[in-house]
């Protein structure tokens, strides 16, 4: 006589999905450098094009354009961080909390409802940029001026979602405070690629009586 087949039943809870925001403000300057949309045209002429172009005269530099081609500019005309830098920076501190990366990627997410004419998620930025120049070496080893917007006094709403069933809301605070504290964002970030940072783009919960910028007005 064959024996039955065992059965198993599988029971998957739903997803414990919690959303909470987060006051943070700036430690340091923030830089940012959005790719700017002329130059993607530019590529993008070049590739479609049906015959080689030789390498001609290059236009002159116009450093006004040069700083607001890097700035995310969200499209009802403020200032915008891309989401995604914030949500890298949270996943990234995780190397140092303990918790493993790849479970982060899929537990925490940060939430927005701003795009930049491109469609990145941008979370709105409160403060005011000015142009700042560095000095530069580009990969091809030729030394240039990079031209990006600084904010020395900023802050930001950052509304995040995760997965309760790993995260308790404590947990995301913290991890949030880690991020600002040992990860950064935007350019020169301590978690910079391909160095050490500048020391810019950390950042730290607002708590108490903390001085916040003013809201941005829309840009013209």
Known sequence: MMKSKETTSIVIAAPNIQRAG??????????????????GRQILDAQMSSKAKKRGAKDPRDPEADYKDATHLTTAGGYGIPAGGIRSALISACRVAGFQMTKAKLSVFVETEEFDNAGTPLVPLHGEPEMHQAHVRLESGVCSIAIRPMWKVWSATVNVKWDGDQFSKNDVGNLLERAGQ???????????????????????????????????????
């Not at 050490?196 to 708590?207: R, S």
């Open 182 to 220: 040992q990860v950064g964002i935007g350019e020169g970030r301590p978690d910079s690629k391909k160095s050490t940072g500048m020391g810019w783009g950390t950042f730290t919960l607002i708590k108490g009586d903390q001085w916040l910028p003013k809201k941005s007005a829309k840009t013209k």
């Open 22 to 39: 987060f006051e943070i403000y700036g430690t340091a300057p923030y830089v940012q450098h959005a790719f700017s949309q002329k130059v």
